[in-house]
C-alpha cells in the first residue's frame, strides 16, 4: 500500500486555490486506493521554525555527541524526515509568493534536507560531494499562481523559482519522478483563470492514474 505524505504551505484556508488541488488529487488516489496512508503535514498553518546557529551547531554535532538540548533542537527535524522517510508520493500544495516558496515551505525543506539523515556529503565524490540517502520517490506539486507564463518557453519562466526550487530542493530526499498542475492567471480572475483551473482540475485523475500504473504515461502537465 501506497504511504502519502501530503503537504499544504498556503497560509489562506477556503480561498486556497492549492489547498484544493491538492484535496483533490488526496481524494482520487484514495477512491482507487482507499487503503493508501495519508501523513497530513499543514506547514501553511502551522509553520515549522527558522533554522538557527543552535540548530544548525546540533545537525552537524555527531549524534553521540549531541546533549540534551542539541536532540531538542532537532526533535521536529527528526518527525519531520520520519513522516518523510515513510512516504512513497508526496504530494505539496504551494502557492507562488513573490515567485518563489512561501517561506513555511522554505522552512519545512530546510528542516528534512539534513547531512547524515537525508543526504550524505563525502569529498571523495569530486565536485558533486552530496548524495540523497533516500530513494525511489514520487513528488506531485499543486500550485497556484497570480500571473501566467511560468512554464518552459513561458514569458515569466526565468521569474519562476517556486516549482524549479521545489524540484531542485526535492533530489535530495530522494524524489527520482515528479510532476506539476499548476492554476495561473489567479490575480486576474477572467476567463483565463477559469479555464486554468478547470484544466487543473481535469488533469488530476488522469495524473493520479498514471501514477497508480492505471495508464501509460501522459502528459499532464497543466500550464
Known amino acids: 500500500m501506497t504511504t502519502l505524505l501530503h503537504i499544504d504551505a498556503s497560509p489562506r484556508g477556503d480561498r486556497s486555490v492549492s489547498r484544493k488541488l491538492s484535496k483533490s488529487f488526496v481524494a482520487h488516489w484514495l477512491t482507487h486506493e482507499p487503503g493508501a496512508t495519508v501523513i497530513s503535514r499543514d506547514v501553511g498553518r502551522n509553520p515549522p521554525p527558522l533554522i538557527t546557529e543552535a540548530w544548525v551547531a546540533a545537525a552537524f554535532t555527531a549524534p553521540g555527541d549531541r546533549t540534551a538540548e542539541q536532540h531538542d533542537e532537532l526533535r521536529l527535524s527528526d518527525e519531520l524526515i520520519d513522516e518523510l522517510d515513510r512516504a512513497n508520493v508526496i504530494v505539496i500544495g504551494a502557492p507562488m509568493h513573490n515567485y518563489g516558496m512561501p517561506a513555511a515551505l522554505k522552512s519545512w525543506f530546510d528542516k528534512v534536507i539534513r547531512i547524515d539523515k537525508t543526504f550524505s556529503f563525502d569529498l571523495a565524490r569530486g565536485d558533486y560531494p552530496l548524495e540523497p540517502i533516500m530513494r525511489g520517490k514520487t513528488l506531485v506539486v499543486l500550485s497556484s499562481r497570480g500571473e501566467f507564463g511560468f512554464g518552459p518557453g513561458g514569458v515569466r519562466e526565468t521569474m519562476n523559482h517556486l516549482e524549479t526550487h521545489i524540484f531542485t530542493c526535492a533530489h535530495y530526499l530522494g524524489v527520482q519522478e515528479s510532476h506539476l498542475i499548476a492554476v495561473d492567471y ?20 488522469v495524473l493520479v492514474r498514471q501514477c497508480l500504473g492505471i495508464d501509460g504515461p501522459v502528459n499532464v502537465a497543466a500550464e
Not at 486576474?188 to 485523475?205: H, K, M, T
Request: hydrophobic share 40%; glycine share 0%.
Open 186 to 205: 489567479q490575480e486576474f480572475n477572467d476567463e483565463r483563470y477559469r479555464r486554468s483551473v478547470a484544466d487543473a482540475f481535469a488533469a488530476i485523475p
